[in-house]
């Protein structure tokens, strides 16, 4: 039929049969990869393999759009020309084909010994001044004339006898204005792998697979574009004896036995942009009446601080001891699929049902991913909430207050003992609270203190309604923020009141304290444990502020220096390990006091640093955070 000849056109094209072939290529690079790398593999059964290398080629689908556009140019701009000119086709094809193979097959061997797939950091590893290639080639001469081959293969069997695609013809002008935007609109789609919030990256894998397998799915050129030009400025004086520098900031074997002999449920609720600055019980401040009350009954860390200034660095370093100490977030950057074993995982494995909460769209700031990837049960976000229609804020997700009793009736049907997370996200820009509540919270319209204020009712109504569970009296909460926003002094845009947020420790049977020592988002879950009693080691570099062999501190990266804050000290270095700040700041006063780079506390800080970033560097550089 006539109708279906424009298809048929296209489905006998070169181009479609090139896409087909590429997919193919790709296939049995992904299937001899699985061959040589299942051993370190778990069994995570024979329908979640099939599962994987069916996701694979949506996985590759970005590679194909991105790797064969200089291909698809020349055909569609040069159809008749490209048709007459075979061998500029075939090369065109070859050359990003031989590409991903040869990633590929590299990384066959490469993830034997790693346990992941390459990312762009494997550019700076292959020049590396100690790394040399000769042996590593000698070594492999069988593969490389398999690859050869298939190199001549792939030349040979390129399609390039079929169809030509023309999008422009004079004698249907009205068509080929509809084919061209249509056109650049499926590659845009296919580059970035549908109509998600972010492009497609290798992270997404976890989403659709067991997570331990997540690396099968996904190609190695598909993870090197992932992390295109997000290796990251690391620390360069690292020691030689990493050990010596675990020792010297306090961090246990994770051979340790782990103990867990009080099962209570725990609830970590993280408030969006909630600093100290904002709060009555840590600053005076009139926006958080219900949490200055709660706060009289709870373990009250007086000094806490983020390991970061976004939200996307939160969950890291809360849940995986996982600091910012890098240009880009953890989660965007190179090593966003090395092995990380987040505090969802340690708790499954004592019996704990796991689950996060965020009431906005499931793929913002890659936390599903980051968090199904390193070890939770369940992720609920706006796609999971029942109304959202209804309770939507215009702008994020769903107002607090709704989004929170959600949460207490979740609870219910859980498993005990639960381990979950809240995220908040009404205190944020613009913010915006819901209509009722104008009056009732006079403070100046679209302010962060305005929208605290706001939370601070939710909370105080998710407490009220939680009480009337049969769960609550057999539940410790912790309730901290993400991050830092505006302040009203100047204090709070220096190294460390920038970085201050609030950190309590809420159950019914507490006995209230309040404890001064400086501790960051890394410590809160290894200081719950010692609360509770509990002896969990973790793969992170999070302390347990109650152990008083622990001094205290926190670590940031912020404008190109490495910081560390024991307060009311405060030290930044940069990445050749020269100190260019040491000073000491009180609360809330403006300006510092500079101090000579002399001294106890400053050769006791820097020594802390610098084995703080040894470690930090060589864990992530050798792929050990768990």
């Known amino acids: 039929m006539k109708v279906f000849g424009p298809f048929n056109t296209i489905w006998k094209s070169n181009i479609v049969r090139q896409i087909l072939f590429a997919l193919f290529i790709l296939f049995i690079s992904r299937f001899i990869w699985f061959i040589e790398n299942r051993f370190w593999m778990p069994n995570v059964g024979f329908l979640e393999f099939v599962k994987a290398f069916l996701y694979g080629f949506y996985f590759d689908l970005p590679v194909i759009a991105y790797l064969l556009a200089p291909l698809f140019l020349w055909q569609f701009v040069f159809p008749t020309f490209s048709q007459n000119h075979q061998i500029v086709t075939r090369v065109l094809f070859l050359i990003p084909n031989a590409i991903c193979l040869a990633l590929n097959g590299i990384d066959t061997g490469f993830s034997k010994i790693n346990g992941k797939r390459s990312g762009f950091d494997f550019f700076s590893l292959a020049g590396d001044d100690a790394n040399n290639i000769a042996p590593y080639l000698i070594d492999n001469i069988p593969s490389l004339l398999a690859l050869a081959t298939a190199f001549v293969i792939i030349y040979k069997f390129t399609p390039v006898n079929g169809n030509a695609i023309y999008l422009w013809k004079k004698n249907r002008i009205f068509r080929s204005i509809l084919a061209i935007p249509l056109t650049f609109a499926i590659w845009i789609l296919a580059a970035r792998g549908g109509t998600q919030l972010r492009p497609l990256r290798s992270i997404d894998a976890s ?27 690391f620390f360069k004086p690292v020691p030689k004896d990493i050990e010596m520098a675990e020792k010297e900031i306090g961090l246990t074997s994770l051979a340790t036995e782990n103990l867990c002999p009080n099962k209570k449920n725990i609830v970590i609720l993280v408030v969006e942009s909630l600093a100290r600055d904002y709060t009555g019980f840590l600053n005076q401040a009139p926006y958080t009446p219900f949490l200055d009350s709660l706060s009289q009954h709870s373990i009250n860390f007086t000094h806490c601080f983020a390991n970061g200034t976004k939200s996307i660095d939160m969950v890291p370093a809360m849940f995986a001891g996982l600091p910012n100490l890098m240009d880009e977030p953890y989660i965007l950057s190179t090593y966003n699929t090395n092995k990380v074993e987040n505090a969802f995982l340690k708790y499954r494995k004592f019996g704990y049902s796991t689950g996060f909460f965020h009431g906005s ?60 997370a809240l995220f908040t996200l009404s205190s944020h820009h613009p913010y915006e609270i819901p209509q009722k509540y104008e009056k009732a919270l006079p403070f100046h319209e679209k302010t962060i203190q305005r929208s605290i204020g706001y939370t601070d009712i939710a909370l105080r109504k998710f407490f009220a309604y939680a009480a009337t569970k049969s769960w609550f009296k057999n539940t410790v909460f912790v309730i901290t923020g993400d991050h830092t926003s505006h302040g009203v002094l100047e204090y709070f845009y220096c190294p460390s009141g920038r970085y201050e947020v609030p950190f309590l420790v809420y159950n019914s049977g507490n006995v209230p304290q309040k404890i001064s020592k400086s501790t960051s988002q890394c410590d809160i879950l290894p200081t719950l444990s010692g609360i509770m009693g509990n002896k969990i080691n973790y793969a992170g570099l999070g302390r347990n502020a109650v152990d008083s062999t622990y001094e205290g501190y926190s670590m940031h990266y912020d404008k190109g ?66």
């Open 207 to 233: 989403n659709f697979v067991d997570a331990n397998i997540s690396p099968l799915v996904y190609s190695t050129p598909l993870n090197i574009l992932s992390t295109w030009n997000r290796e990251g400025k």
């Open 361 to 420: 769209n499931n793929g913002t700031m890659g936390f599903q991913s980051f968090l199904k990837q390193t070890g939770i049960d369940h992720y609920f976000g706006i796609d999971e909430y029942p109304t959202k229609d209804k309770d939507f804020d215009g702008n994020w997700g769903i107002w607090d207050e709704p989004y929170l009793h959600y949460f207490a009736d979740c609870l219910d049907t859980m498993r005990k003992p639960f381990f979950n």
């Open 561 to 626: 220096l490495y910081y560390m804050i024991q307060y009311p000290f405060a030290m930044g270095m940069n990445e050749f390990g020269e100190v260019k700040v040491f000073q000491k700041q009180i609360r809330n006063y403006p300006k510092p006091t500079k101090l000579e780079h002399n001294g106890l506390t400053y050769n006791k800080m820097k020594s802390t640093l610098t084995a703080y970033l040894s470690v930090f560097t060589d864990r992530l550089k050798s792929n050990k955070w768990r």
